[in-house]
T-cell receptor
Framework: DVKVTQSSRYLVKRTGEKVFLECVQD?????MFWYRQDPGLGLRLIYF???????EKGDIPEGYSVSREKKERFSLILESASTNQTSMYLC???????????????FGNGTRLTVT | DQQVKQNSPSLSVQEGRISILNCDYT??????FLWYKKYPAEGPTFLIS?????DKNEDGRFTVFLNKSAKHLSLHIVPSQPGDSAVYFC??????????????FGTGTRLTIIP
């Protein structure tokens, strides 16, 4: 069974702090993703990575950066946290399937971040 | 610009009846569609998918229908059970400008099954 582990369940940070959200997967998946979930907005893609040291912007990358130094680990970085980044953050992974699709995303349980 | 929309934020259905969840999309480049289910305090879990070249896919109590001309898909759950109470997200796959796959999610529908 695929396991995606997010290091913190809850985080409270102050405005302006640098915040690191960590995610580890144990299935040797090539692709990893960071989403945020907000009421009325669903899940929105922040960044994703399809290989070590490779990354691609999602739909709402502003205010975020990512790091993927090892295949199993994908970090989301808030350079200077702001109150509008208070949200539920979800990490996911999937395996590369080429042209056919049979690899749904496997999600972690989320990190609820509050920025005060 | 919401490319995947779920216009019903909530839905209540009697146990044993059919639940129908709807989803609309705008991007004709989407080639796969998926449904995810989410319980509180857990990550979403995959439920069922359908390729854009098909119009129906069935898995046990769950059936997904796709109407490409209307850019609409729906998830049918028959019969509905109390354990089906959750938030359901519709998602669509596209290939990014750099050739990588990514999923775009809808806003979710909270389904409540009434015993």
């Amino acid at each position: 069974d695929v396991k995606v582990t997010q290091s913190s369940r809850y985080l409270v940070k102050r405005t302006g702090e640098k915040v690191f959200l960590e995610c580890v997967q144990d299935m040797d998946h090539e692709n990893m993703f960071w989403y945020r979930q907000d009421p009325g907005l669903g899940l929105r893609l922040i960044y994703f990575s399809y290989d070590v040291k490779m990354k691609e912007k999602g739909d709402i990358p502003e205010g975020y950066s990512v790091s993927r130094e090892k295949k199993e680990r994908f970090s989301l970085i808030l350079e200077s946290a702001s109150t509008n980044q208070t949200s539920m953050y979800l990490c996911a992974s999937s395996s590369w399937t080429g042209s056919s699709y049979n690899s749904p995303l496997h999600f972690g349980n989320g990190t609820r971040l509050t920025v005060t | 610009d919401q490319q995947v929309k779920q216009n019903s934020p909530s839905l209540s259905v009697q146990e044993g009846r059919i639940s129908i969840l709807n989803c609309d999309y705008t991007n004709s480049m989407f080639d796969y569609f998926l449904w995810y289910k989410k319980y509180p305090a857990e990550g979403p879990t995959f439920l069922i998918s359908i390729s854009s070249i098909k119009d129906k896919n069935e898995d046990g109590r769950f059936t997904v229908f796709l109407n490409k001309s209307a850019k609409h898909l729906s998830l049918h759950i028959v019969p509905s059970q109390p354990g089906d109470s959750a938030v359901y997200f519709c998602a669509a796959r596209a290939i990014s400008n750099f050739g990588n796959e990514k999923l775009t999610f809808g806003t979710g529908t909270r389904l409540t099954i009434i015993p």
